[in-house]
């Protein structure tokens, strides 16, 4: 992500979400846009995000598993934001994964007790409904970001780690019996 965002003026355009552009065949945006940046503080922000939700919920997770996660959170996110939120043109982003890691992790890991998983799932419900209200704005993040910030990304995001983690769970009980 950072050398993306070193090269972006040469690659944003050709990797970011454009609605229009997947429509006339450009697919791999759905996957890239995730991996490309408005800027330093959004890509220092994801990075940083990232790396404390990887150490906190899958720093003893199968490096397979975890790959398939990313990758299943990034595709939940642009196929979510093409199909419903097409406005943000261009997306970029890994915040919306990001949510999806978190929603996974809560759920699946075993490093913390349960009462702490539901708090950290409801508290989460809590954010993803109240910056998608009528109004929300997020004057902090809108200095360091130039665009608005997609906030239902963080919702297809989270739906994907939720479908994730009930599909993982879904399997490992199918080859138990």
Same mark, same amino acid.
């Given at each position: 992500?950072?050398?993306?965002? #070193?090269? $972006?003026?040469? %690659?944003f355009? !050709?990797?970011?979400l454009e609605?229009a552009?997947i429509?006339?065949?450009?697919?791999?945006r759905?996957?890239?846009?995730?991996?490309?940046h *408005?800027g330093? #503080? !959004?890509?220092l922000?994801n990075?940083a995000a *990232?790396?404390?939700?990887?150490?906190? *919920?899958f720093?003893d997770?199968?490096l397979?598993?975890?790959s398939?996660?990313?990758?299943?959170?990034?595709?939940g996110v642009?196929v979510?934001? *093409?199909?419903f939120s097409?406005e =943000?043109?261009p997306?970029?982003?890994l915040s919306?994964?990001i !949510?999806?890691?978190?929603?996974?992790g %809560?759920?699946?890991t075993r490093? =913390?007790?349960?009462?702490i998983?539901?708090?950290?799932l409801?508290l989460?419900?809590?954010?993803l409904?109240?910056?998608?209200l009528?109004?929300?704005?997020a004057? $902090?993040?809108q200095e360091?970001?130039?665009? #608005?910030?997609?906030?239902?990304s !963080?919702v297809?995001?989270?739906?994907?780690g939720a479908?994730f983690?009930?599909?993982d769970w879904l %399997?490992?009980?199918l080859k138990t019996t």
């Amino acid at each position: 992500m950072l050398l993306l965002t #070193a090269l $972006d003026s040469r %690659l944003f355009s !050709h990797l970011s979400l454009e609605a229009a552009k997947i429509s006339n065949g450009e697919y791999w945006r759905i996957l890239t846009a995730n991996f490309v940046h *408005f800027g330093w #503080a !959004h890509t220092l922000m994801n990075i940083a995000a *990232f790396l404390l939700c990887s150490l906190v *919920f899958f720093s003893d997770a199968n490096l397979k598993k975890y790959s398939l996660l990313i990758l299943w959170c990034c595709l939940g996110v642009g196929v979510g934001v *093409f199909f419903f939120s097409p406005e =943000y043109s261009p997306y970029a982003g890994l915040s919306g994964a990001i !949510h999806g890691l978190i929603v996974a992790g %809560l759920i699946q890991t075993r490093a =913390y007790p349960m009462w702490i998983k539901v708090g950290g799932l409801m508290l989460l419900t809590g954010k993803l409904i109240q910056e998608n209200l009528p109004g929300y704005q997020a004057t $902090d993040l809108q200095e360091l970001i130039p665009v #608005a910030i997609a906030v239902e990304s !963080h919702v297809y995001g989270a739906i994907a780690g939720a479908l994730f983690a009930g599909g993982d769970w879904l %399997l490992t009980k199918l080859k138990t019996t």
